[in-house]
C-alpha cells in the first residue's frame, strides 16, 4: 500500500486567487494522479502527474486552468487558478505502489477541500 | 468507451440485514474492477478488486463481490449489514491505456438499527 498525505487539508479562498496543492506520499511510485470531486458528485480525473514530464490532462481540463508539477516519485503539486465558485470541491491525489501496474491497487490520499467564495 | 454503472443512488438496509449495491461495467477485453468506500469527510478508501480467477472476490470489513462476465457486473455484497458500513460506494474500472481508474456515479448506503 502506500500513505498518502495532502496539504492543505482545507481551504476557503476568494475568487480569483490561486491555491497550490501538495500531495507527498511514502514511497517512490510511477503512477500519480489528481481527481476532483465536486459536491455529490463522483470522481473525475484531472490529469495524470508525470515525473519528469508534462501532466497529461483529461478532456475539460487544461494547464492553465490546473497546472501540476511532479518534481520527484514521491511528491507532485496542484494548482488552482484563478478560482470561480464552481471550482469549489474536494481534490484527491492517488497513487498506484511501485512499478504501478494495472492489476494494482490504486490509493487515494484524504483529499483538499475546497471552498471558493 | 470503457465506463460503470450504478444503477442505484441510494440503497437502505436494515442492520443485520445482507446488503447488495450493484454495478455494472462496460469495456473492451477482461476488466479490472475495483470498489471504494468513502466516509463522511474522509478519502477513499480500497475495498476489494477484481483481476481474475475466482469470481467471488473477498475484502475489507467483510465485504464480498462478485463478478459475473455474462451480465458485466461486480456487485458489491455483505451477509450482515452494520449502521457503520453507512457510507457512499464507488465501483470503478481500470482503464488499460494509461491504466487510470474510471469511477461510476457512487451509491449512497444507509443502514439504519
Not at chain 1, 520527484?72 to 498506484?96: A, G, H, K, Q
Not at chain 1, 505502489?97 to 492489476?103: H, S, T, Y
Amino acid at each position: 500500500s502506500a500513505v498518502i498525505s495532502q496539504k492543505p487539508s482545507r481551504d476557503i479562498c476568494q475568487r480569483g486567487t490561486s491555491l497550490t496543492i501538495q500531495c507527498q506520499v511514502d514511497s517512490q511510485v510511477t503512477m500519480m494522479f489528481w481527481y476532483r470531486q465536486q459536491p455529490g458528485q463522483s470522481l473525475t480525473l484531472i490529469a495524470t502527474a508525470n515525473q519528469g514530464s508534462e501532466a497529461t490532462y483529461e478532456s475539460g481540463f487544461v494547464i492553465d486552468k490546473f497546472p501540476i508539477s511532479r518534481p520527484n516519485l514521491t511528491f507532485s503539486t496542484l494548482t488552482v487558478s484563478n478560482m470561480s465558485p464552481e471550482d469549489s470541491s474536494i481534490y484527491l491525489c492517488s497513487v498506484v505502489p511501485g512499478a504501478g501496474g494495472l492489476q494494482e491497487t490504486q490509493y487515494f490520499g484524504p483529499g483538499t477541500r475546497l471552498l471558493v467564495l | 468507451a470503457q465506463s460503470v454503472a450504478q444503477p442505484e443512488d441510494q440503497v437502505n438496509v436494515a442492520e443485520g440485514n445482507p446488503l447488495t449495491v450493484k454495478c455494472t461495467y462496460s469495456v473492451s477485453g477482461n476488466p479490472y474492477l475495483f470498489w471504494y468506500v468513502q466516509y463522511p469527510n474522509r478519502g477513499l478508501q480500497f475495498l476489494l478488486k477484481y483481476i481474475t480467477g475466482d469470481n467471488l472476490v473477498k475484502g475489507s470489513y467483510g465485504f464480498e463481490a462478485e463478478f459475473n462476465k455474462s451480465q458485466t457486473s461486480f456487485h458489491l455484497k455483505k451477509p450482515s449489514a452494520l449502521v457503520s458500513d453507512s457510507a457512499l460506494y464507488f465501483c470503478a474500472v481500470r482503464v488499460r491505456q494509461g491504466g487510470k481508474l474510471i469511477f461510476g456515479q457512487g451509491t449512497e448506503l444507509s443502514v439504519k438499527p
